[in-house]
């Protein structure tokens, strides 16, 4: 919080504006002080169970494996996902997903607006943004731009808010430069991995406020996937976000960038879509299941894994479509990353799990990059 | 104490025409003189009492059955109206053997006991919930938004189009683990009861109501159906069902006593005339208990059995004094004046005891119990009369077979040593085994039974440090783990997701302000350190709701699992919560537990754990409150029972200390008299953690009867044997005096009392049953006490001692001081003088 402070007033005093420091100096002050929000003032607890708890992303740190959750649970493991350590977590406020640039540089974002960042592959987090301070940097923001009536009230009414809006999502290009962003187009970006940010909102062709759920890259053309069918791409590296024409009304709930460069998005009731041309045409694969697809990821040999709500688990044969993986219990999940020995570990609302990958495709991820 | 009591012991066989019939005291003559007249009150009393008793109903009251003075029932109790999920309800799992739920059949039949059940009396008609009912609805999220419809749609024709619908449905209503089993071999019919049949305005009749959902339950049972059924009421109607089974133990009992007893005195009218009285007391006792407005409840419905044997030992004993006094020539109407002389005041003595160890009764704050006081309290009075002076009176008609008093007075002699080749069987066996228990007043055998008490208090100690407080086995714990009711509880446990023990937390707020943020978030708080008790499986809550409303009205989107700090979006959630959660003004929020059993340690964590929560965050805003749900109210018992256990221990030990100083004058002979005791009570508890059960409601009565009647024998027994000594005899001799003169009364004791007890080993009613085995252990291990370390203890006490007379006589002993107080040395006096 001090580093996130004075990093603020160091933006502010480059823009040289006696006001803007001063509006700073004035929600320093808040800053400094207790939230009065107990999943902000209040360290996760660190308790045994938390590995059965709800646990909404898993990540990859190297070799090392990263899970959040709710209550601000941290969990690393070291040994594939067969035991889990809980990490003292500066928050208890349910974090949505987490996100390594590398085996040292990570963020975890959360509700509460909460921003989390590491330096140490996960051993310890700083918290570096919460709610109450992006919105007071929007409210700073739109007046350092000299922002119409309307935007001033949005920012203020953020600010009546407090910090009522979650952070869905996140997306780091490198140890500096990321996005966060979530419900109600809420979205900041660093160039100082997380000493500062600013914020995007007027940035992005979202004018309903629909929530932002994923990102990804391909080809240096950056892609957002949102609520009801909402699409978002750019082509000048993140500085503007236009809105594109969505194959979709649904929700999506997220998107991946597949190694050959095609985007795919997925969300509401098995719809999943795919395009080579950056996003100019959609073309929608069966996956055969009428549930909502929460996350996707990619497998060390190329192919790409999708999971589900109510649990099924799918992988994608270039020619035959997505067929599920075989007989696995019914886990709601929210999440899926692939271990450094191939198997499949699941974030769930029943906890984290690892599963072994049926022959064929464990196989094949061995021969894959991974171990290599 | 009293000097009209004057003990003509010269008169012992006088012809009859020389009784005088002004002799001994007032009451002697008050009860004697107008013989027609005391039968004639008694039989009126009977008529009245008796017509009263048919009146007494049975009740299963929940209220009476938990401790209404603890802080947590006093919560629960001040805000039982808002507690709308902790109402009455029952739940009905129709299950199907083979196949599925998705099955016409299984659905019609489904159909059908949902319309029955919602005719039952009392149903709370529109809350009601199964399958077949409008408001089981599935939802689901579409691009256009919300969907959804009744699970089983309107036009559902059985074909199998229909029945793929209906699963389809099933699987997006959410139900799953609620109404609907997770592997789809049930599902439940929701049944909310209302407090008082609409249509008469009475309270629910849980009896009527548990027979009908039996004859239901009969109906649609078959090979492919079954149906099982939980809920209070139907604990309640299981409770009063077992009750009438108590009654047909009663009617064993009655038998089994008077076998013992005829077996004892070979003579059927006196045998009759004693279980007719002692039947009488109890029909005044219950004919008081409906005049003073009392029903029987599962508790109070057990004093019956102790009135009915403690009334046949002191009928026995009376009719034993009788019976000696004819075999020794005089007429029935002399003797039982005589024996009333001899026993009326050891009678009251003995009975007063009686009367303390129930009466420490009251002091615990539970209304079952102190109903079980009252009514033992009452029924040991009403024996003053019926077993005290109905008895002697009917005797002083009847008289008894002079076989049987012949035989009597010869009996004794056996007892005494005399050779009798003739004797039978079980003649030789008394005499024997007095012989063996005089062998303790000797060194060798005394130091042998001090031994090994002194082993078995190690032992029972060691073992008894692992006594547990609360009821241990899973299940409703009034009811046996194999009762039907239990079995269908584990049915329910195994197949839907809550738990049968439920703890609830009960958070006050203002008035429409139970969902803002700053309350949930600390009840979200408080949920999260209970969640991660080992003993709490789950919990729900309006913030659980909360978090989960947040992602359904983001599409079920996960990420959205979080109590949001935002007012609007929270009090939205409250359109669409149920009930349960919070009252209607929503000032009253329910936090539920659930725990994985009700064991005491259980329920201590999540008890320690709210209550420092709910000391540290208890404001003007929100005031957390404990307990009410089946587990609150438990943890509330085990609380009042562990101290209550404490206290009665002190009390009724002080009681008995007291009374045997009263009775003996002697420290001496109240360290004879309680050490037993002592042992006792320690070897209960050990006993007790070998059967697995821990200290509940049931097992206060048990430590105050146990030890309270227990005293008896050592009050018959010492007696006799300290006056023996203030004789000049040696121990042995006075014990074996006291063998012969009561020995035989406190074997009778001990066996009328057991078998009084032992029947409700049967009871279906599981704490009956406990109550049962421990307190014919007690009263077995009493009686052994009494007859074996007790001379033990003699022999180390007063080997040496030569005894003062009586303090209160400072006349010669062997001018049978007429100032005696104590009533047993008349007796005393009177035998000797008749074996002289």
Known sequence: MVVFSNSILRNRLAGGCLLLLMAGQSWTAVAGAETGFTALDKPAQITAQSVHKTILSVARAGQRLVAVGEEGIILLSDDNGQHWNQIVSPVSAALTEVQFVDPRHGWIVGHYGVVLATTDGG???????????????????????????????????????????????????????????GAYNLIYRTQDGGQSWQPWLSRVDNP????????????????MAGEQGTLLRSTDAGEHFEAIDSPYDGSFFGIIAEPDGAFVVYGLRGHLFRSVDNGDSWTQLDIREEVALSAASMLADGRLLVVSQSGTLLVNRNDTGFVPVADLPALPLADVVQSADGAAIVASLAGVHRFDLPGRIARDSASGSVKE | M?????????????????????SGSFIERLVFNQRRLVLAFCLLISLGLGWQATQLGLNASFEKMIPTGHPFITNFLANRSSLAGLGNSLRVAVGVKQGSIYDQQYLQTLQQINDELYLLPGVDRPYLKSLWTPSTRWIAVTEEGMDGGTVIPGDFDGSAASLEQVRLNVQRSGEIGQLVSANFRSSIVYVPLLDRDPRTDEPLDYGQLSRQLEQIRTKYQSDNIEIHITGFAKIVGDLIEGMQQVLVFFVLAVAIATAVLFAYTRCLRSSLLVMGCSLIGVLWQLGMLQLFGFDLNPYSILVPFLVFAIGISHGAQKMNGVMRDIGSGMAPYVATRNTFRRLFRTGIAALITDAFGFAVLLVIDIGVIRELAIAASLGVAVLIISNLVLLPVLLSYIGVTPKAAARSVQHDSVGAGDDGSDREIHQVLPGRLWKFFALFTERKWALTALTVAAGLAVFGSVVGSRLQIGDLEPGAPELRADSRYNLDTAFMADNYAASSDIFVVMVKTAVDSCTHYSVLSKVRELTGQLERLPGVESTNSMARLSRYAMVGYNEGNFKWLELIPNNAALGAVQARAPRELFNADCSLLSVYVYLKDHKAATLNSVVEVAQKFAADNSDDEARFMLAAGNSGIEAATNIVVKKAMNQMMYLVYGAVIILCWITFRSWRGVVAAVLPLMLTSVMCQALMVKLGIGVKVAILPVIAL???????????????????????????????????????????????????????????????????????????????????????????????????????????????????????????????????
Do not use: C
Request: hydrophobic letters at 45%; glycine letters at 10%; a negative charge.
């Open chain 1, 123 to 181: 051993e310890s987090w700083q918290k570096q943004l919460d709610g109450i301070q992006a919105a007071q940097l929007l409210l700073a923001d739109v007046q350092l731009r000299g922002g119409d009536e309307r935007e001033l009230r949005e920012a203020r009414r953020l600010i009546d808010d407090g910090p009522d809006k979650p952070f869905l999502n996140l997306h780091f290009t490198d140890a500096l430069n990321g996005f966060v962003f």
């Open chain 1, 208 to 223: 309903m406020g629909l929530h932002l759920y994923g990102m990804a890259e391909a080809d240096g053309v950056l892609m």
């Open chain 2, 2 to 22: 009293n000097s009209a009591n004057n003990i003509d012991t010269g008169a012992a066989k006088p012809p009859p025409e020389a009784f005088d019939p002004h």
């Open chain 2, 706 to 836: 146990g030890v309270g009647i227990g005293v008896d024998y050592a009050l018959y027994v010492l007696s006799v044997l300290l006056m023996g000594l203030r004789f000049g005899m040696t121990v042995t001799q006075a014990y074996q005096l006291a063998l012969r003169q009561t020995g035989r009364i406190v074997m009778l004791t001990g066996a009328t009392l057991a078998v009084g007890v032992a029947t409700w080993v049967f009871s279906p009613i599981r704490f009956q049953a406990d109550m049962g085995i421990l307190l014919a252990f007690m009263f077995l291990f009493n009686m052994l006490g009494a007859l074996i370390l007790l001379p033990a203890l003699a022999h180390f006490l007063f080997g040496s001692t030569v005894l003062a007379p009586p303090i209160s006589s400072s006349a010669p002993v062997q001018e049978h001081n007429n100032n005696d107080s104590d009533g047993l040395k008349s007796q005393f006096l009177t035998e000797e003088n008749s074996h002289a």
